[in-house]
């Protein structure tokens, strides 16, 4: 099985740029999440969508990030403008998303790199 | 809501002894599920270990185990025969709602 794919794995930007990250999930995973990782610290979520509609995005700095989950498939998250605060490690994870039992495991791709200068 | 205490910033442990990591929480949901993630140096996050809190017995997974206990809102992870794979960054996380608690995480060096 597959796991949870992400691109780019690294990126380099100057403050005030645009970039965008890319997530697949996995095969049949109705919830999929997306991470802030700052150094040294746990991921805070920032969005998580149920297929294609938003659950919970109350983290997510509307003013600057956008995410989107067109066919409930996969995903992309965009910053814009960036900011030096924004550098950090951006992780995707999905998960089944049924009630209960295992569809509550969470898994996480390899995470996309973010430094901005 | 949900919160998360691993007491543990750093610990170290030599290679094939046993070390226990810590993690209390708090949270006000009746149904939940608690889990254990590893993240290894510059590579992935991936499940340790999971525990349904209705239930009493302990969850074990070839040389993790944990010890649950509900009243105290305890989940400590111990660690058998530690490798030197098991280098990582370790955090304990309570789960509801398809929505995990992520704490500071405690870092586990094992030294050959």
């Known amino acids: 099985e597959a796991g949870v794919a992400q691109s780019p794995r690294y990126k380099i930007i100057e403050k005030r740029q645009s970039v965008a990250f890319w997530c697949n999930p996995i095969s049949g995973h109705a919830t999929l999440y997306w991470y802030q990782q700052i150094l040294g610290q746990g991921p805070k979520l920032l969005i998580q969508?149920?297929?294609?509609?938003?659950?919970?995005d109350s983290q997510l700095p509307k003013d600057r990030f956008s995410a989107e989950r067109l066919k409930g498939v996969d995903s992309t998250l965009k910053i814009q403008p960036a900011k030096l605060e924004d550098s950090a490690v951006y992780l995707c994870?999905?998960?089944?998303?049924?009630?209960?039992?295992?569809?509550?495991?969470?898994?996480f791709g390899p995470g996309t790199r973010l430094l901005v200068l | 809501a949900q919160t998360v205490t691993q007491s543990q910033p750093e610990m170290s442990v030599q290679e094939a002894e046993t070390v226990t990591l810590s993690c209390t929480y708090d949270t006000s949901e009746n149904n939940y599920y608690l889990f254990w993630y590893k993240q290894p140096p510059s590579r992935q996050m991936i499940l340790v270990i999971r525990?349904?809190?209705?239930?009493?017995q302990n969850a074990t997974e070839n040389r993790f185990s944990v010890n649950f206990q509900k009243a105290a809102k305890s989940f400590s992870l111990k660690i058998s025969d530690s490798q030197l794979g098991d280098t990582a960054m370790y955090f304990c996380d309570p789960g509801s709602n398809y929505k995990l608690t992520f704490g500071k995480g405690t870092l586990l060096t094992v030294n050959p």
């Open positions: 525990q349904e809190a209705y239930k009493q």
């Open positions: 969508f149920q297929n294609n509609g938003v659950v919970d």
């Open positions: 994870a999905s998960s089944l998303g049924a009630s209960g039992g295992q569809q509550e495991t969470q898994y």
